[in-house]
C-alpha cells in the first residue's frame, strides 16, 4: 500500500493539498485567536516580558510591629530596581474587630501579572493572608494582606 497513490491522495482517502491546505488554515485560526484575542499573553509567552499592573492592598500590621504606627507616614515609598517606585502607602488607620483593635496600612503597588493572571509581588503570590513585607528608605513593616483590587 502506497501513501500517496496516483491521485495524489494520502492512504487512499485524502488528497495531500487538501490536507496542507487545512493544516494551514487550522494555523492561521490559532494564530488570530490567540494573536487578536489574547495579544498580552502571547507577547509575554514569546518576548518574556513581565507586566505590571496597579493594585491597592490593605495590610494587617503586625502585632509587634505597631510600634512603628506613628512613624508611618502616607506617600513612603519603595523602590525597586532603578530606584523606580513600586509601593507606596496611601494611609493608615485602626480597625476595631470584636475586643481587638489593629493597624491596617492602605497601600498601591505595582504587581506582576502572571500569564495565568495571578497577582506576584516580590516573588510571592498576592492573596488575603500571605505575608506582606514594605520597607522604604525610613523603615520596614509587615503584616498580613487583608484585601486587595486592582486599580
Not at 519603595?78 to 496600612?105: H, M, N, S
Request: glycine letters at 8%; hydrophobic letters at 45%; aromatic letters at 10%.
Amino acid at each position: 500500500m502506497k501513501i500517496i497513490d496516483e491521485k495524489g491522495r494520502l492512504f487512499n482517502t485524502i488528497n495531500a493539498l487538501d490536507l496542507l491546505i487545512m493544516c494551514i488554515f487550522v494555523f492561521v485560526l490559532f494564530s488570530v485567536y490567540f494573536g487578536v484575542v489574547y495579544p498580552r499573553t502571547v507577547s509575554r509567552i514569546i518576548t518574556g516580558k513581565v507586566h505590571y499592573a496597579p493594585v491597592a492592598i490593605k495590610v494587617i500590621l503586625d502585632k509587634d510591629m505597631e510600634w512603628i504606627y506613628d512613624s508611618i507616614l502616607t506617600k513612603d515609598i519603595q523602590k525597586g530596581r532603578f530606584d523606580k517606585p513600586i509601593a507606596e502607602i496611601t494611609g493608615k488607620g485602626w480597625k476595631v474587630l470584636g475586643d481587638a483593635r489593629y493597624a491596617v496600612i492602605n497601600l498601591s503597588i505595582q504587581a506582576q501579572v502572571e500569564v495565568n493572571g495571578v497577582l506576584t509581588y516580590g516573588g510571592k503570590i498576592l492573596k488575603p493572608g500571605e505575608k506582606f513585607i514594605f520597607e522604604s528608605d525610613r523603615i520596614k513593616l509587615s503584616g498580613l494582606v487583608k484585601e486587595l483590587k486592582p486599580i
